[in-house]
């Protein structure tokens, strides 16, 4: 198979697109535009000379610099090809074992090439589309008209990333696709950029992806907001689902893909807003030799190891392993967490891959849901803010919140190319997940905020366990019917999921009755110490009629799915899809016996044009559908009152752009609308009955940047505006509210500058304008800026280190919210120190 710089297209925008650009009024743009002023300020500066300077291709630039480790000749070819954009291809058996030099300095390409290939026995022969390395005894006769299978050296979608820019994301279209030829905004974070920034948590993660925030999640989950819509489900790993509620870490991650707008047609059901998908590191054929070390502020104390072996030709072997044990700026707030992850690559022949492997991954920790508000008024909007208390305080019981979850899973990858141009791919995930956390917590606002001040509390524990197991084929075929080409991906995908999940509510001083749930603790010492007693109330009378949860799910999903990205024009691109989901769940109520059984079929479409004025320009226009089922993100929400209606479903319109100003430096932008629709609201007058309607719109424009400015300076942020409201009086919030916890504006940048080899340094600004905490918009959450940096030293070829600083000017401020009282502070200043060593 050989490699090009596959063609991009783009589309002529749809005809939808109009009504989101017309709606956006001129005085929201007017302030959008002052936010990504001063977020993109200083690059602006640079790029004016810098980058429009070298924005021709690269094939027309006689020199480059590189910085190309010793190590690997595979890997340093595929750099090469990403740094230049030309096209290299290779016999795979010529090079797998092959080393290389490394290349630092400036070159032109065919010097630089050279330079790499000393000493090898390899040689590069041009040809007209670029060049082919081989034997040096092969490359003195003329170049055969047919050539024998080579290998792309070009990054493949589960290949490495170069820097802080990604070429390809595997996930988005599920082929060989550069990113710019795919009709939908998605920022990948690759595995620099989450070392450069010590990133361990999706909190670090999205923190510099623009239209993606992050939420409380009651201190005991990830959970994501895409484009004001609030997940705690559309999470992946290598494309399968891995939906339980608790915080993933980071230590077996080569990158995340974030993909924003409706994304039901490659992931079925959920993905309303977005999806994040995290991609395991595989054993390679190169030795990996990594150990760090990481101490910091509030005795954050870390260690990974990263090691990789090739046992044979055939077998490649990689341990990941984690261990961190942290308390907190919280009191009486702590973690423990570790993991292990074994792979195993086996390649029996050319065209056939094999992974396997295993986790264990284990997270204990202390469930922190923050501080409540004051001065809130029912129906007044405005009228609360965050309580003003330290940023440590913590409201209730630290010691009697704990909340852990095991995870335990096996992973298989089989994929074979025949000779015909079809591939087939097979994916197996099983992972069994134990989850339970308990929290005694602030349940209402202070009524004060002295020695007078009071504030309600209350409890309650959950245990969850699950069982999953998804199957995931795919079938690629490319083919070309006259002058158009077709790359088709088609595929099937079955998944099963056993669900238990129970709840136990807390009663203060054995007083089982709906007075006994709730307390109240000092506003100067929040600290509950009244006995608390658990146990289940499964008819509802000693809570105030609301029953504690004691049910069993299984959830069968059979999905069928075909995608045809074909290429009209060389100028123009399309992206056409189609998924149909059989949803099918049956649900038990231990608590009164009831059986509940819903079926849903759900067809999601997506249509895409992408249309490329220039090689590295493509504009597109894209339209997507998903649908969240009433079981909801976590499965355990089916109730009689809601088993028989529709399942929501959420349209995104998208019009954007996306140019490779260089080979290793992205620009994108999008213009989008996703609607909300099947949202359950009263009927008017009669509030006994319920109706569906469509209850909510968000509109907005994202600016992205990343990749390398100049040789030495690394970037990557962007800008967000976001506006998201109720349309249609709904039944927990009227129309013309707010969407909780989505902020208009939000500008991150991260910046890294290399001096020398030797030493760099970091500087991240985050901004992030006011939001509402609830749909009630009652209590404001006040906007911030804070300020990171960091510094890399290298000490020699085996040791180096870095310090990071978060929050440098040590600003108060509000990190997330959950709702109106569980308002958590964001950290004071914080130090971390990172000892690597490579060897």
Same mark, same amino acid.
């Given at each position: ?20 650009? *017309? ?8 302030? /959008? ?21 070298? $924005? ?28 230049? %954009?030309? #096209? ?22 065919? +010097? ?10 390899? @040689? ?51 082929? &060989? ?18 070392? &450069? ?6 909190? +670090? ?37 891995? +939906? ?24 079925? !059901? ?13 054993? %390679? ?10 101490? %910091? ?21 990689? =341990? ?29 022949? %050319? ?57 335990? /899973? ?17 994916? #197996? !995930? ?83 009755? $709906?007075?006994? *749930? ?73 608590? #009164?016996?009831?059986?509940? @059984? ?7 479409? *997506? ?16 339209? $997507? =559908? ?9 499965? #355990? ?22 140019? &490779? ?83 208009? @504006?939000?500008? $991150? ?31 404001? =959450? ?11 030293? !290298?000490?020699? !070829? ?13 600003? &108060?401020?509000?990190?997330?919210? @959950? ?21």
């Amino acid at each position: 198979m050989k490699n090009k710089n596959v063609e991009r297209t783009i589309s002529d925008s749809a005809a939808g697109f109009e009504g989101i650009t *017309r709606n956006l009024r001129l005085s929201s743009i007017t302030v /959008a535009v002052r936010y990504a002023l001063i977020g993109f300020g200083l690059s602006s500066m640079a790029l004016s000379q810098a980058v429009f300077a070298e $924005s021709v291709l690269v094939a027309q630039v006689s020199e480059l610099t590189y910085n190309i480790p010793e190590g690997s000749l595979e890997e340093a070819l595929n750099r090469f090809a990403q740094q230049t %954009g030309i #096209t290299i291809s290779f016999a795979p058996a010529e090079v797998k074992d092959a080393k290389t030099q490394g290349l630092k300095g400036k070159f032109s390409v065919r +010097d630089g090439l050279e330079r790499l290939l000393a000493g090898s026995e390899l @040689h590069a022969v041009q040809q007209a589309d670029g060049y082919v390395v081989r034997k040096s005894s092969a490359a003195v006769a003329d170049p055969p008209a047919t050539l024998p299978p080579i290998k792309v050296s070009a990054s493949t979608i589960t290949g490495s990333t170069d820097g802080y820019m990604a070429m390809k994301s595997f996930s988005a279209t599920r082929t &060989d696709t550069p990113l710019r030829d795919v009709p939908q905004s998605i920022t990948v974070v690759t595995q620099e950029m989450i070392r &450069d920034q010590t990133m361990q948590n999706m909190a +670090d993660v999205v923190r510099y992806v623009p239209g993606v925030g992050i939420s409380q999640g009651e201190g005991n989950r990830d959970a994501v907001i895409f484009r004001g819509n609030n997940s705690t489900g559309d999470f992946y790993v290598d494309g399968l689902r891995d +939906d339980v509620q608790y915080f993933r870490d980071l230590y077996n991650i080569d990158r995340v893909e974030v993909l924003k707008g409706s994304n039901g047609m490659i992931f079925g !059901r959920g993905g309303a807003g977005g999806v994040i998908n995290r991609v395991t590191k595989e054993a %390679g054929w190169t030795p990996i030799r990594e150990i760090s070390a990481q101490y %910091g502020s509030f005795s954050h104390k870390r260690i990974a190891v990263d090691i990789g072996q090739p046992i044979n030709d055939v077998v490649a072997f990689r =341990l990941n392993a984690m261990y961190e044990h942290s308390n907190s700026y919280r009191n009486g707030v702590e973690l423990e967490r570790g993991g292990v992850n074994p792979t195993l690559t086996i390649k029996p022949t %050319g065209q056939t891959k094999i992974v396997l492997s295993g986790e264990y991954f284990t997270d204990n920790r202390i469930a922190d849901r923050g501080i409540p508000s004051f001065g809130t008024m029912s129906g007044v909007v405005d009228s609360g803010r965050p309580a003003d208390t330290h940023r440590s305080t913590f409201f209730g019981n630290a010691a009697n919140s704990p909340t852990h979850t095991d995870v335990g /899973a096996l992973n298989s990858l089989i994929e074979h190319a025949f000779e015909n141009n079809l591939k087939v791919r097979n994916r #197996t !995930r099983y992972a069994n997940y134990d989850k339970f956390y308990q929290n005694v917590f602030a349940s209402g606002p202070a009524t004060a905020q002295d020695a007078s001040g009071r504030v309600n509390v209350q409890a309650y524990n959950d245990a969850t366990q699950r069982e999953n197991i998804f199957n995931q084929t795919d079938f690629l075929y490319a083919l070309d019917t006259g002058s158009i080409k077709h790359e088709l991906m088609g595929g099937v995908e079955y998944g099963r999921q056993v669900t238990d999940n129970f709840r136990n509510n807390g009663y203060f001083n054995n007083n089982f009755t $709906s007075s006994g *749930r709730t307390s109240s603790v000092a506003f100067l010492n929040p600290v509950s110490l009244i006995p608390l007693t658990f146990r289940p109330d499964p008819t509802g009378d000693a809570s105030g009629g609301s029953a504690t949860a004691n049910n069993h799910g299984v959830v069968e999903v059979v999905g069928i799915y075909l995608q045809d990205q074909v290429t009209l024009h060389p100028k123009l691109k399309a992206v056409l899809g189609i998924r149909y989901d059989n949803f099918d769940l049956k649900f038990r109520n231990h608590n #009164t016996g009831q059986l509940l @059984h819903t079926n849903d079929g759900l067809i999601s479409p *997506r249509v895409g044009l992408i249309y490329k004025p220039i090689e590295t320009m493509s504009v597109y226009g894209n339209y $997507s =559908l998903s649908y969240v089922p009433r079981a909801g993100d976590q499965l #355990t929400s089916l109730s009689l009152t809601n088993a028989a209606l529709k399942p929501e479903s959420f349209m995104n319109l998208e019009l954007g752009a996306k140019w &490779d100003i260089r080979p290793d430096l992205s620009l994108t932008a999008a213009l989008y609308q996703l609607d909300r629709s099947n949202v359950i609201a009263p009927v008017p007058n009669d509030p006994t009955r319920t109706t569906l309607v469509d209850g909510q719109r968000a509109r907005g424009a994202e600016v992205g940047l990343m990749g390398r400015i100049t040789p030495q300076w690394s970037v990557m942020g962007g800008y967000a505006y976001t506006d998201a409201e109720i349309t249609r009086t709904i039944s927990n919030a009227q129309a013309g509210a707010v969407v909780a916890q989505v902020p208009k @504006h939000t500008v $991150s940048m991260w910046n890294r500058y290399d001096f020398t080899p030797f030493l760099g340094l970091g500087l991240g600004v985050i901004h992030r304008s006011s939001m509402y905490a609830a749909l009630d918009n009652t209590v404001l =959450l006040p906007g911030f800026t804070r300020l990171d940096a960091a510094m890399f030293v !290298r000490l020699n !070829r085996t040791l180096r280190v870095q310090a990071n600083i978060e929050n440098i000017a040590n600003v &108060d401020y509000i990190a997330s919210a @959950h709702n109106n009282n569980n308002i958590l502070p964001g950290a004071p200043r914080i130090f971390r120190l990172t000892v690597v060593a490579n060897f």
